[in-house]
């Protein structure tokens, strides 16, 4: 393949380091590989962070369904949420915390409530009959 102008989405040789270990590699016995986990993971991240359709990613990145087919499957597998886990622990140690976080708050306004007062304004009182009749 020939050498293409970089995008802004494009991941940097130092990020890449740090994605290569977590992109599943090509399965074993498979199709031959036609594009490359980078430049799969850069068709990816144009279309994340263009918030374009699937179908206008550049004919000079992988064409859209194979794109869309990795992210899919990633996805499923549990590969994105492996690579959030991985580079949120990272951050949180290059900013001298914990990796694990210790606490989280919830107050009124992170945590959703009808506005009627919760279980209670859903619940039907009845009358009897013998009530309503005398009233």
Not at 49 to 69: E, F, K, N, Q
Not at 92 to 101: I, K, S
Request: proline share 7%; net charge positive.
């Amino acid at each position: 393949m020939s050498e293409r102008k970089g995008y802004p989405s494009d991941v940097t040789d130092e990020e890449w380091a740090i994605l290569e270990p977590l992109v599943p590699p090509p399965k074993f016995g498979g199709r031959p590989v036609a594009y490359g986990r980078r430049e799969i993971v850069n068709g990816i991240f144009y279309v994340l962070r263009s918030g374009c359709a699937w179908r206008m990613i550049p004919h000079d990145l992988p064409p859209w369904d194979t794109v869309y087919g990795y992210f899919n499957r990633w996805r499923k597998d549990g590969t994105w949420e492996q690579v959030h886990t991985v580079l949120y622990r990272q951050m949180r140690q290059a900013l001298g915390r914990d990796q694990h976080p210790s606490a989280a708050i919830a107050d009124s306004q992170s945590v959703r409530t009808t506005e009627k007062g919760g279980s209670r304004a859903s619940i039907f009182t009845r009358k009897s009959k013998d009530v309503n009749a005398t009233s």
